[in-house]
């Protein structure tokens, strides 16, 4: 298996789980180690969805369910970016591709957000957000020198959620809506050359 046939078999995978009505814990779980299988390899994503902007990091659309249950996304850091303190709102799947990332959590403290721990990931490394097991976080590339990718997996279309970002002394909630930096998504089905090569033409 090779290039986009990865990202088409996560895609099952979420599609799969997602019909099967599984609870949170099993999409973190299963989904999880199918996100694990998918980051395991980084010879899949196409280089228009791993270009990192000089000013500030991107999130590309890589595929949204139809219904808009789930997305997946590859997030793409420069050197030195990083997002502001954010929640999810939904459950939010992590796994590292290619160079390494800081995760910081934070929860409410009097009045304010405190800051809890970090958590680095490397290639290969899955981690998990969402409203019941700790929502609020701030990443950032750990890398000063190169980009760093991640892709992501969501449970709605993430870019279009209403969203907050928070000030940390005050504990603030400000509205947030990420969107997409790209307007064309990852072409999955053009599957002709397996038929050809089945067909023997
Ligand atoms: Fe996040």
Same mark, same amino acid.
């Given at each position: 298996m090779d290039g986009l046939d990865r990202l088409r078999r996560f895609v099952c995978d979420l599609t799969r789980l997602t019909d099967a009505g599984a609870g949170e814990p099993e999409v973190l779980q299963d989904a999880g180690a199918s996100l694990r299988a998918l980051?395991?390899?980084?010879d899949w994503l196409p280089p228009e969805f791993a270009e990192p902007h000089p000013a500030q990091y991107r999130q590309y659309l890589l595929y949204c369910d139809p219904y808009?249950?789930? @997305?997946?996304? @590859?997030?793409?850091w420069g050197p030195g970016q990083r997002t502001p303190v954010h929640d999810h709102t939904v459950w939010g799947l992590i796994g590292m591709l290619r160079g390494s990332e800081i995760s910081r959590s934070y929860a409410p *403290?009097?009045?304010? /957000? /405190?800051?809890?721990?970090?958590?680095?990931l490397r290639p290969g490394d899955v981690t998990a957000v969402s409203p019941t097991i700790g929502d609020i976080h701030s990443v950032e590339n750990a890398l000063a020198d190169r980009p760093s990718i991640s892709i992501h997996a969501y449970g709605a279309n993430i870019g279009a959620v209403g969203r907050h970002v928070f000030v940390l002394d005050t504990g603030? *909630?400000?509205?947030f809506v990420s969107g997409y930096a790209n307007r064309a998504v990852p072409n999955l089905w053009d599957r002709s050359a397996e038929t050809r090569a089945r067909l023997g033409i």
């Open positions: 980051v395991a390899a980084d808009e249950r789930f @997305s997946v996304v @590859s997030f793409v *403290a009097g009045g304010g /957000l /405190l800051a809890g721990a970090a958590e680095q603030e *909630a400000k509205p």
